[in-house]
């Protein structure tokens, strides 16, 4: 495997300018973190469906952890999976979360909005050689990977590693399509603000990983990396399902040249089956809590009670949270939402 040259080229975000950083905030610089750089947490729904119970929690958490502190928060909506997106959902989801009591600085942003920022990372990537085309079906993967088990991802066998950039041109001109892949060349082990210490074996979990679709546009990990560190974002609350994109993540950063948050990855809401939460369990919908009448403050003192922040739940507004707010009494399981849980909030889960 060719060794890649590294931070050779470093990404300049110009933080003017339509598709840039949200208006009426102060202007930020994401190359390097000055100290006196404020707490900057952020809220990131997808517009793929509608926000349910296990994305408040997370929300909540994220926003407290924030503010708490006397921090910034941050919104984006993640669109640019343009398949699966809803219309009116992006709407949807900021009504949501005023509805719960969670607010947010400056202008919401959205990805749809700033491809140029995820194409100008790209080519910084591709300038250091640190990427390459991919013509991999997803067959043709599962054929020539070895079997995952239950649970695991398919690792990516290399099959295409040995291209490089320039390699693009020619099956452009053949009129192939291709992904654009990050070599995974080292792990970076990382602490977890919630979860602890990871040690994330990438190369054998996941292999090389896609930051360009073939289809075109930003792949998940790419456009987080680009969007996070441009909003400044200096912590990231999610939920620990996403704690295997963390290491990939990490690489871009460094790839990028850019100040990578924390991240504290909370554990997820589950059905009484401990699956996690989802169409089977009822509608939790956030929508459906509100149209049927659920008080917002009767669903945040459940998930605060849920995070141990209360005793019992009892209806309480996220701001008179605040001082109770502690990151480390969560408990480490998922939290399992009864449909017992549900009616005592005023709310019967048709299924
Ligand atoms: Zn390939």
């Keep these: 495997m060719p060794t890649a040259p590294r931070r050779k080229m470093a990404l300049a975000f110009a933080p003017e300018g339509p598709s840039s950083v949200a208006q009426g905030g102060s202007p930020v610089r994401s190359c390097a973190m000055p100290s006196h750089l404020q707490f900057t947490g952020r809220l990131a729904p997808s517009p793929t469906g ?209 100040t990578s948050p924390q991240f504290a990855h909370v554990p997820l809401v589950v059905g009484e089956d401990g699956r996690r939460l989802a169409k089977r369990h009822g509608d939790t919908r956030l929508s459906a809590l509100r149209d049927a009448g659920v008080k917002p403050e009767a669903l945040v003192g459940l998930l605060a009670w849920s995070c141990d922040w209360l005793d019992r739940p009892e209806p309480i507004s996220p701001r008179e949270l605040l001082p109770r707010f502690r990151l480390e009494s969560i408990p480490a399981q998922p939290f399992v939402l009864t449909a017992e849980l549900l009616r005592q909030i005023g709310y019967s889960a048709a299924t």
């Design 50 to 258: 509608a926000q349910h119970v296990g994305n408040a929690r997370t929300y909540l958490v994220a926003w407290l952890s924030a503010r708490a502190r006397g921090g910034a928060v941050k919104l984006r909506i993640e669109d640019i999976d343009s398949p699966r997106i809803k219309m009116g959902a992006a709407e949807q989801a900021m009504h949501d979360l005023r509805w719960l009591g969670l607010d947010w600085d400056g202008e919401p942003v959205v990805q749809t909005q700033r491809l140029s920022h995820y194409e100008a990372a790209l080519d910084v990537l591709k300038q250091n050689e640190l990427i390459y085309p991919c013509t991999c079906t997803r067959s043709d993967i599962a054929s020539a990977a070895s079997a995952p088990h239950a649970g695991e991802e398919v690792t990516y066998p290399g099959t295409c590693a040995y291209r490089c950039v320039a390699d693009a041109q020619k099956l452009h001109d053949e009129g192939r399509s291709f992904a654009w892949r990050f070599r995974v060349a080292e792990n970076v082990p990382f602490t977890d603000l919630f979860a602890g210490e990871h040690h994330i074996d990438l190369k054998h979990a996941g292999g090389d990983f896609v930051v360009w679709k073939n289809r075109g546009g930003p792949a998940y990990q790419l456009a987080v990396v680009v969007d996070d560190a441009a909003m400044g974002v200096t912590e990231v609350v999610r939920g620990d399902d996403l704690i295997p994109s963390t290491p990939r993540q990490l690489l871009l950063y460094r790839a990028l040249n850019l």
